[in-house]
């Protein structure tokens, strides 16, 4: 089965991978935000998950997270290990805090982009102590299910 045909299947609608050579940030230590994709106004994120395809490594690196997120950077995914360190996590979906319910993770069914504007999903790499751009292996696929309440069915 085709990944097109799989995601159409599975309700995902909007879908980018980034590699480590995407990354330009070159000082230790320093985060790098990367825009993923357009939320319009008035819609529901109904579920954002990640596939590590490759953990990111690098000569002298040590640690790398990653957060899925907006104005809040981890509304949809909570900081999580992506790097070749024996504790990476391999995929992980609806783990922000927009679907936390009380203490509950992943308990709620969506987060409605009830904003003036539309906004923009991000997802934020942070490094421990090396530069993003010393990287010299990894591939991580984010996906995500937006459903524009303001488009006719």
């Known amino acids: 089965m085709s990944v097109l045909t799989q ?24 985060e790098e935000v ?4 357009t939320i319009p106004k008035d819609s529901i ?6 596939y590590l395809v490759t953990a990111f490594d690098g000569a002298s690196s040590t640690n790398l997270t990653i957060e899925v997120g907006d104005a809040d950077d981890d509304r949809f995914i909570v900081a999580t290990e992506i ?8 995929s992980g979906v ?4 927009g ?17 003036a504007a539309d906004t923009t999903m991000t997802a934020t790499f942070n490094p421990t102590a ?13 996906m995500a299910q937006i459903i524009d309440l303001s488009t006719p069915v």
Not at 34 to 37: E, G, P, T, Y
Not at 130 to 142: K, M, Q, Y
């Open 130 to 142: 090396d530069s993003l751009t010393d990287f010299d292996a990894g591939e991580v696929r984010i």
């Open 45 to 50: 994120v109904h579920r954002v998950a990640y």
């Open 83 to 90: 790097h070749l360190d024996g504790t990476e996590i391999s």
């Open 7 to 30: 995601g159409a299947q599975n309700g995902w609608t909007h879908s980018k991978t980034i590699k480590y050579s995407d990354f330009t940030e070159t000082v230790s230590g320093t």
């Open 94 to 97: 609806n783990s922000g805090a």
């Open 34 to 37: 990367i825009n993923l994709f």
């Open 99 to 115: 679907y936390t319910i009380g203490t509950d993770a992943n308990t709620g069914n969506g987060v409605l982009i009830d904003v």
